[in-house]
């Protein structure tokens, strides 16, 4: 059984900046990745951004470059991730989740098979 326990969010303005957690707990259980992915109401599940479990490879959609970072701490089992220049459209509830060891990395949401449980943040002057 693994656990992915979310922690982050809140209220920022926007522009500024944010740091979401995903803390993994479990033994016996492999994974390719962690993706992040964000779902706005009524919305299909949206891939933001991975990295691998090894932390050596990263993905990221197009409308997040160069203002998200994905980062991990392997001692913590932990992977961060820090979005800076938010717009106020990512006002939304984000989702960490553990891809199948099976699949190459990629943020296609069918592929992740443990998911936490959500933090809502908002961007609102």
């Known amino acids: 059984q693994l656990q992915l326990v979310e922690s982050g969010g809140g209220l920022v303005q926007p522009g500024g900046s944010l740091r979401l957690s995903c803390a993994a707990y479990g033994k016996g259980l492999d994974y390719n990745a962690i993706g992040w992915f964000r779902q706005a109401s009524g919305k299909e599940r949206a891939g933001i951004s991975c990295?691998?479990?090894?932390?050596?490879?990263?993905n990221y959609a197009d409308s997040v470059k160069g203002r998200f970072t994905i980062s991990r701490d392997n001692a913590k089992n932990t992977v961060y991730l820090q979005m800076n220049l938010l717009k106020l459209k990512y006002t939304t509830v984000y989702y960490c989740?553990?891809?199948?060891?099976?699949?190459?990395?990629?943020?296609?949401?069918?592929?992740?098979?443990?998911w936490g449980q959500g933090t809502q943040f908002t961007v609102s002057s």
């Open positions: 990295i691998s479990a090894s932390g050596s490879n990263a």
């Open positions: 989740a553990a891809l199948k060891p099976s699949w190459p990395l990629h943020t296609s949401p069918l592929e992740y098979y443990y």
